[in-house]
T-cell receptor
């Protein structure tokens, strides 16, 4: 089945220790998104790729970076995680940017910062 | 005013009843509207998308859109305990990203 896969599902890192979360998709969608979701809050968009074009949300901290080496894979790098970065990180894809296209989410990675 | 607003919840309904979830949005040129279901600790799952005024039905779910009133709703007929989850409304317009509402927590009581 075509799907969005995230690894790992659970990640524990230490304060200040860099961490990388990964997302892959078999849907061949050209848009990929990274969201941060904290408890009882809506998903918050961090950035997205339209093909190789990177789009950063204005309020995304510099501590968060992303890479998309090819259509199928996208990575979220947190350079120096703080306690406030503990959250669920969601990867989503859509067939193209714009209004008519649905976003499909992966299962998420729950990040704990100790 | 927040861009997308939803019932604060939690909304409790008895099993077999109709659950009605509401969403209002502020951007008049919004074009696409989505309902996602999110179980606790899981990722959002797309339930319905709607683009035109009126009703759209899929099984026990009906989405209703009224662009003049800037209002979109989700009705769940014959509610089941397995429908207990948080329901997120998402809105966007061409060239823009999704804006999510804060979500409404639904509890279906056996």
């Amino acid at each position: 089945d075509a799907m969005v896969i995230q690894n790992p599902r659970y990640q524990v890192t230490q304060f200040g220790k860099p961490v990388t979360l990964s997302c892959s998709q078999t849907l061949n969608h050209n848009v990929m998104y990274w969201y941060q979701q904290k408890s009882s809050q809506a998903p918050k968009l961090l950035f997205h790729y339209y093909d190789k074009d990177f789009n950063n949300e204005a309020d995304t901290p510099d501590n968060f970076q992303s890479r998309r080496p090819n259509t199928s894979f996208c990575f979220l790098d947190i350079r120096s995680p703080g306690l406030g970065d503990a959250a669920m990180y969601l990867c989503a894809t859509s067939p193209t940017g714009g209004s008519a296209y649905e976003q499909y989410f992966g299962p998420g990675t729950r990040l704990t910062v100790t | 005013q927040k861009e997308v607003e939803q019932n604060s919840g939690p909304l409790s309904v008895p099993e077999g009843a109709i659950a009605s979830l509401n969403c209002t949005y502020s951007d008049r040129v919004s074009q696409s509207f989505f309902w996602y279901r999110q179980y606790s600790g899981k990722s959002p799952e797309l339930i319905m998308s709607i683009y035109s005024n009126g009703d759209k039905e899929d099984g026990r779910f009906t989405a209703q859109l009224n662009k003049a009133s800037q209002y979109v709703s989700l009705l769940i007929r014959d509610s089941q305990p397995s429908d207990s989850a948080t329901y997120l409304c998402a809105v966007n317009r061409y060239g823009q990203n999704f804006v999510f509402g804060p979500g409404t927590r639904l509890s279906v009581l056996p």
